[in-house]
């Protein structure tokens, strides 16, 4: 059981490059708008990473 959690973790986690991507190839025509949304977007994940950190979910004891 524990090996699937960290993988659904990973996979959660692994996600978020297929949305970053797209932004860092068209930075220059998003604007402050683009901007703030893809921060939004990464200080979301930022909490929810340090949450799964503390939580104690990727050690692989």
């Given at each position: ?38 921060m ?7 909490l ?9 979910g990727?050690?692989?004891?």
């Amino acid at each position: 059981m524990r090996y699937y959690t960290v993988a659904m973790t990973f996979i959660i986690f692994d996600v978020e490059i297929m949305f970053l991507v797209p932004w860092a190839v068209h930075f220059d025509q998003l604007g402050s708008f683009g901007y703030l949304a893809v921060m939004l977007f990464i200080l979301n994940l930022s909490l929810a990473y340090a949450y799964e950190w503390r939580r104690g979910g990727l050690d692989w004891d």
